[in-house]
């Protein structure tokens, strides 16, 4: 099955890789290589390769045959869902500020490629893309570049989660866009949101308390507790900085840890009752790509797709696991 078949059938999209619309797909990876290792998702469209959540961003990633693109969401004083993920402004732009401190108009002032920086072989940082009047995007905009057959996974960030689950629905409604999305997010309060909007129920990712409170379980209790149902998508790191603390009469004692998560046993209990489509996020070597194909991860989460398509392309198979 094509990869971006592969990527939507878990959740009954339709997939248009035959139809005549589709063009663009045939210059993607739809190879049955590239089905057999995990897909590759441009994390904020390929944050390494331009400057995050962009429209050039996009493209490029795009261009370097991503098979889904992941965008970072938040929402305008006015009430626009745009394409932007720090906290504040001054983060990646010439403004200062949080973007709900903006209307929309207003943000199209600052330059979105202001601060992406490259270093190259001799150690110098080059601003590539400074003053070249790349803007930040709205939601609408994004989902106009990029074709119908590419998802989409959309996280959203800032709360309340009530009114930019509202205005992205709208959007969605507007684009006849719902087909085509995953919505994700680290605030729980995005998916209760979300699960009024009956477009929406299938297309949550699982919350990442859920997530991360079973994979706990694996890791420290050898134990499978309430595995998701099939098709329900799930994300977390494939490893995460976190710190352990231990508990004592007179006190605590907290080491900080390394930890991978993702094991064969994690994978197998979270398809105990089906398939159930995971991916890793963080994935950026060559090493844990290959690592996440052994231990079955349905796609990876890298802020490079031009590098992980190189790795991907490399990679003889059968690929040999320990």
């Known amino acids: 099955m094509p990869l971006r078949s592969r990527l939507l059938a878990p959740l009954a999209m339709a997939a248009c890789i035959a139809a005549t619309a589709c063009t663009t797909a045939a210059h993607r990876s739809d190879t049955a290589h ?26 490029g990633a795009l261009h370097n045959r991503a098979d889904a693109i992941w965008l970072t969401v938040q929402l305008t004083r006015d009430g626009v869902p745009v394409l932007y993920r720090p906290a504040d402004l001054s983060t990646n732009t010439d403004g200062n500020g949080t973007v709900a401190d903006h209307d929309f108009g207003a943000l199209q002032h600052l330059d979105a490629g202001r601060n992406f920086a490259l270093a190259d072989g001799n150690g110098v940082t080059r601003y590539p893309y400074r003053d070249h009047a790349l803007r930040i995007p709205s939601l609408a905009q994004a989902l106009r570049v990029i074709p119908p057959d ?14 930019q689950t509202a205005a992205v629905a709208r959007v969605l409604d507007e684009e006849n866009a719902w ?50 149902s099939p098709g329900r998508w799930t994300a977390f790191e494939y490893a995460r900085k976190m710190e352990l603390v231990e508990t004592f009469t007179l006190g605590e004692a907290r080491s900080a840890v390394t930890s991978r998560l993702w094991t064969p046993a994690a994978v197998q ?9 995971i991916l890793a996020i963080g994935i950026d070597n060559a090493d844990d790509y290959r690592a996440a194909a052994c231990i079955g991860m349905t796609a990876v989460l890298t802020d490079s797709p031009r590098k992980m398509q190189a790795v991907r392309s490399g990679i003889a198979l059968p690929l040999p696991c320990p």
């Open 179 to 228: 087909s085509r999305v995953l919505i994700y997010s680290t605030d729980a309060a995005y998916q209760r949101a979300f699960s009024a909007y009956p477009q929406a129920r299938s297309r949550l990712f699982e919350s990442r308390d859920a997530t991360r409170a079973r994979l706990a379980y694996v890791a420290l209790e050898s134990t499978c507790k309430d595995a998701p």
């Open 34 to 59: 590239a089905s057999a290792l995990p897909m590759i998702i441009a994390h904020r469209g390929g944050a390494a390769d331009y400057p995050e959540n962009t429209l050039i961003a996009i493209q």
């Open 150 to 163: 590419v998802p989409v996974m959309l996280d959203m960030k800032a709360l309340p989660a009530g009114p």
């Open 269 to 277: 209990c979270f398809r105990t009752r089906g398939e159930t489509p």
